[in-house]
């Protein structure tokens, strides 16, 4: 069965510091990956996303950067936070066919805290 | 910016009420999907569909699927305090199926 894992749960940053958020999926390959930001009790905003290595769309300009080094592995980075880079970040998977219908799978989420 | 607006924002309701969450947008959709998300959690997918007019049933759940695949609803009849949190609607577009595009959110509280 596949599984996702996304970590830190959570995590306090000082503004000005580097962030990296670290996902992975295992038992599949080849994934759609995702990163998403969600404000509190609101829907997802899509940050980036990625079909395949070296494949990685970003859909709102801002302070973060995203990096696939491997299949399966997803991270989201940025050189130096923001106040407004706090909030719930989740990654997600999907099989990437139409078939799939694009049906995605979430990890349980980073709470990202910047002071 | 293609959106997703989910109504009501927020819900708070007694057990054994009916309830009815819209999602609407001016795009059309190859598929919608609902999740359901606890605090501290991902999504969880409840159900997808595909054809314009579909209706699907999960238990007390009744999913509708517009017939121009530009809005969806949700309904939920005799609500339990376990149907407490944040329902999201997503939808995929048809002209690129790689991403999703997620509704607003409605939360939903069920007081015993």
């Known amino acids: 069965s596949q599984t996702i894992h996304q970590w830190p749960a959570t995590l306090v940053q000082p503004v000005g510091s580097p962030l990296s958020l670290e996902c992975t999926v295992e038992g599949t390959s080849n994934p759609n990956l995702y990163w998403y930001r969600q404000a509190a009790g609101r829907g997802l905003q899509l940050l980036f996303y990625s079909i395949g290595i070296d494949q990685i769309s970003s859909e709102v300009p801002q302070n973060l950067s995203a990096s696939r080094p491997q299949d399966r592995q997803f991270i989201l980075s940025s050189k130096k936070l923001l106040l407004s880079d706090s909030g719930f970040y989740l990654c997600?998977?999907?099989?990437?066919?139409?078939?799939?219908?694009?049906?995605?799978?979430f990890g349980a989420g980073t709470r990202l805290s910047v002071l | 910016t293609q959106l997703l607006e989910q109504s009501p924002q927020f819900l708070s309701i007694q057990e054994g009420e009916n309830l009815t969450v819209y999602c609407n947008s001016s795009?059309?959709?190859?598929?919608l999907q609902w999740y359901r998300q606890e605090p501290g959690e991902g999504p969880v997918l409840l159900v997808t569909?595909?054809?314009?007019?579909e209706v699907k049933k999960l238990k007390r759940l009744t999913f509708q699927f517009g017939d121009a695949r530009k809005d969806s609803s949700l309904h939920i009849t005799a609500a339990q305090p376990g149907d407490t949190g944040l329902y999201l609607c997503a939808g995929a577009l048809t002209y690129n199926t790689d991403k999703l595009i997620f509704g607003t959110g409605t939360r939903l509280q069920v007081f015993p």
């Open positions: 569909v595909v054809t314009g007019g």
């Open positions: 795009s059309v959709f190859s598929s």
């Open positions: 997600a998977w999907s099989r990437g066919t139409l078939l799939a219908k694009n049906i995605q799978y």
